[in-house]
């Protein structure tokens, strides 16, 4: 079983759906289910709806899953699962306040040391215990020997016994902290493979040392993705919204990192020759550009008139015309601007409005011409003005630009729109 956590708390970012593709991949080459796990137990921070914009988004990817899993649901799991520790003796109340804890840190920085929690709360008389009525967290037991977890990608995690932590396993307001629940939730559903970011590595030791104590003894397999160097993660709802495709954004977001036999692939195709050790270690940058690439890729392979619907119409002809726009652009959202300016109303030069409004009137009474070539020397009889003219008038006139394309394979797509794109 694999598992693909997500927050309702912000918008999916890349990385995320990176690692929900990755999971998806390696999920359909073991022939393991891959359960998908909501992590809503901070209330606060959960934004509404964002659960069913996930859901959305893995949908709109590909991404299938057994079940969906709310984290929030799980609490009582986590509560009995820390009243058992407390019970063995291997977790204990903590009392001490967040400015005492606050104060250590900063000693600890001061001195240039990593802060250790230095166990005060951890041998206190039951007594003291019981009729102590401050608030309290609940701290697992530091770990007495080292724990190593083999990482496909990055080698041995180890962490040493005299660097361990009586670490918080549930808050103060008795909902359990990330590690806990990530650790209990894995164990509940008998996680075999857990595919993540690079940045919650070295949590992986410690939710080891989590299920140890439970005495849960199965090996979970670890795989930790590097994170992108780009300061800003762009979210999956921005990239598209600018018109990328998902099928181009899957393609470059699997390729990232990875050796692919060829540039463009499907997800079908990636089950096939993915492999998980293969991954880079190292961070990457995210490449827009190389993105756009890809996309405009895909976009070539379009059927014309599937094309066609992402700039508002439904017609063959004008998703070839959108085609001879993809020398120029990337993206459907560009796509649909270059198309929007041909049947948009037009800036016509201060210089040459006269020579326009003579113009689009012998437009506006031409029979219907299949060349282009027929098109603009009745054009050009019948306004008077000289051929050049005429050509320069025209690109303004039916695409509002001053440059582009040729403007007679622009008119073998438009011409059947004439009498709408000059009014």
Same mark, same amino acid.
């Given at each position: 079983m694999l598992r693909f956590s997500s927050s309702p708390t912000d918008d999916m970012n890349i990385g995320d759906l990176r690692i929900a593709l990755f999971n998806y991949i390696v999920s359909k080459q073991?022939?393991?289910?891959?359960?998908?796990?909501?992590?809503?137990?901070?209330?606060?921070?959960?934004?509404?709806?964002?659960? +069913?914009?996930?859901?959305?988004?893995?949908?709109?990817?590909?991404?299938?899953?057994? &079940?969906?899993?709310? &984290?929030?649901?799980?609490?009582?799991?986590?509560?009995?699962?820390?009243?058992?520790?407390?019970?063995?003796? +291997?977790?204990?109340?903590?009392?001490?306040?967040?400015?005492?804890?606050?104060?250590?840190? +900063?000693?600890?920085?001061?001195?240039?040391? #990593?802060?250790?929690?230095?166990? #005060?709360?951890?041998?206190?008389?039951?007594?003291?215990?019981?009729?102590?009525?401050?608030?309290?967290?609940?701290?697992?037991?530091?770990?007495?020997?080292?724990? #190593?977890?083999?990482?496909?990608?990055?080698?041995?995690?180890?962490l040493k016994s005299e660097d361990a932590d009586s670490f918080i396993i549930m808050n103060q307001d008795k909902t359990p902290t990330y590690n806990f629940a990530s650790a209990v939730d894995d164990m509940l559903s008998d996680i075999s493979l857990v595919i993540r970011s690079q940045k919650h590595l070295f949590d992986a030791p410690m939710q080891e040392h989590i299920r140890a104590s439970l005495k849960y003894d199965k090996k979970i397999e670890y795989a930790h993705l590097s994170d992108f160097l780009n300061d800003d993660m762009l979210s999956v709802k921005s990239l598209l919204e600018e018109g990328f495709l998902p099928e181009a954004i899957s393609n470059y977001l699997i390729s990232i990192g990875n050796k692919p036999p060829k540039e463009i692939f499907t997800i079908s195709e990636a089950i096939e020759w993915f492999n998980l050790g293969d991954i880079s270690k190292s961070p990457t940058q995210f490449d827009i550009d190389v993105l756009k690439h890809i996309n405009k890729e895909y976009l070539k392979m379009l059927d014309a008139k599937e094309l066609s619907r992402y700039v508002g119409f439904a017609d063959e002809e004008i998703g070839h015309l959108a085609k001879v726009y993809l020398e120029e652009v990337s993206t459907t959202k560009e796509l649909r601007s270059k198309i929007k300016g041909i049947f948009g109303l037009k800036q016509i030069p201060e210089k040459s409005t006269k020579q326009s409004a003579v113009l689009s009137k012998a437009i506006q009474s031409a029979p219907y011409f299949d060349e282009y070539a027929d098109f603009k020397n009745y054009l050009i009889k019948e306004s008077g003005l000289e051929g050049k003219e005429v050509s320069e008038l025209l690109r303004h006139l039916l695409t509002g630009e001053e440059n582009g394309p040729d403007i007679a394979v622009i008119y073998k797509y438009i011409k059947n729109y004439i009498g709408e794109i000059v009014k």
């Open positions: 073991r022939n393991e289910d891959l359960v998908l796990r909501i992590e809503d137990t901070n209330k606060e921070k959960n934004i509404e709806g964002k659960d +069913k914009e996930i859901l959305d988004i893995l949908d709109l990817f590909g991404v299938k899953y057994s &079940q969906t899993l709310y &984290q929030s649901e799980h609490v009582r799991f986590h509560t009995a699962m820390a009243l058992q520790l407390l019970h063995e003796k +291997k977790a204990f109340s903590c009392f001490c306040s967040n400015e005492w804890l606050d104060k250590k840190r +900063k000693e600890s920085k001061m001195n240039n040391k #990593a802060y250790i929690y230095d166990d #005060a709360c951890a041998n206190l008389p039951a007594e003291l215990v019981i009729d102590n009525t401050n608030p309290f967290t609940i701290r697992i037991a530091k770990a007495n020997e080292d724990i #190593a977890i083999a990482d496909c990608i990055c080698g041995e995690v180890k």
